[in-house]
């Protein structure tokens, strides 16, 4: 029997798929905790020997024969970066949505000319990769020039990614090689006015992954043993979105999707379509979401960011979710009791209600960030609007995942939170779209798998993805 295995070192747990191509089935699945601190292959060993053991209840496990074995990361957080440009509302914002679709978590922006205090304060950070963008082609050079000379300088020892106006890429080039800058460069991310340009960004981002961040994460080791590894685990995520919406040759896909990923520490929504105004009298204004979006945010976890969510949530938004606004509850203390015990599995009914309150809100906040919003113009011909960001409203699907959605009895309750709604017309999130959930955790490890067969992917994919009640 042909096997495919997926491996995904998280920041907490090691993930094991098999998936078995001769009958396109997930063999099987297993998890276990990730051993960054010490020996990551302990933990792969623990989730290796656990999935052996579930394949051998169903089969002689030596006629198992992998093929192929790949891997993702977002292990010790992942990829820390800082997004360098010129305008805040154009250079730097395509650098951060580049960055953020290449798995990366943007820690910090700069715009126009660094200034000593700023680059002491990103020399002295813990970033993996910078950024480096400024300018269209053919625009202004002298900004992302200072701003490389700045780096050359400061002998920055993390890698960096050029992605600004073509005509400074020379001189920059001549800087960083006097001064053993390690870069690369790609295309200009905004090589004209509000057109983005992020995939060749994405790529290089990705090669940095794949050559510096994985030895520098102890993770070399694991690549002898395990096979290659590929990419930064969101980045597999909106490889298995986009691959699901799009379809392939062979395969039909879903159309536009949204995926809600909550974790402890973040949730993560991406989106898949071009999100064009679907009402009329809407015009686009500012710079263009890509087609493949990804939001990262920071502060809506469920354990490490538990008092963050209850601070851009509040507790009445809070209490109202957990549908019983007059018991007397301490919303503080719970929240507080789960960012202090990161590992903290629910047990009781009343846990689960608590949680699945705090996963409503952050899917409301997340789905507010993340999708486009109109603005009312008072016009000499009346009014107009103009959209911000993408309008999903005719999104088909919302794919949920993370533990408190695939754990939950009513997954379709805690979704529907990000949904439309007429209090609130103005952000245009989905208006009916149908849930589907991730109940395999198989995201990841299909956007790997479908480096390799893409076909077998989106049906493997249409297969587990499980419609909420």
Known sequence: MKVYLTIDFG??????????????????????????????????????????????????FDEVDFVKKIAC????????MFAIGLVPDLTVEAAKKAALGAGARVMKTYSYELSHREMQEIKDSNADIILLAGGTDGGNKECVIHNAKMIADFGI???????GNKSAVDEIEVAFRKNKIDYQVAENVLPQLKKLNVEPTREEIRKVFMNKIVEAKGLKNAEELVGDIVMPTPAAVLKAAQVLADGTDEES??????IVDIGGATTDIHSIGRGEPTQPGVVLKGLEDPYSKRSVEGDLGMRYSALSLLEAAGSKKLRNYLEDPEREIDIKERCLYRHDNIKMVPSSKEDFKFDESMAKAATELAMKRHCGFLECIYTPMGTMYHQIGKDLMEAPYIIGTGGVIVHSENPSHILKAGNFHSSEPIYLRPKNPKF????????????????????MAVRIMKKYLVEAN
């Open 253 to 258: 896909g879903l159309g536009d999707i949204i």
């Open 436 to 455: 589907l959930i991730d109940k395999s955790y198989i995201l990841s490890a299909m956007g790997l798998f479908a480096q390799e067969m893409p076909d």
């Open 157 to 163: 020892e993390v890698p960096v990614v050029v992605a």
């Open 11 to 60: 920041s907490t747990y090691t993930k094991l798929t098999a998936i078995d191509i001769d009958n396109e089935v997930i063999l099987a699945t297993s998890k276990d905790i990730t051993t960054i601190e010490d020996d990551i292959m302990k933990g792969y060993n623990k989730a290796f020997e656990s999935l052996k053991n579930k394949i051998s209840k169903k089969l002689n």
């Open 73 to 80: 990361s977002s292990a010790a957080g992942g990829l820390k």
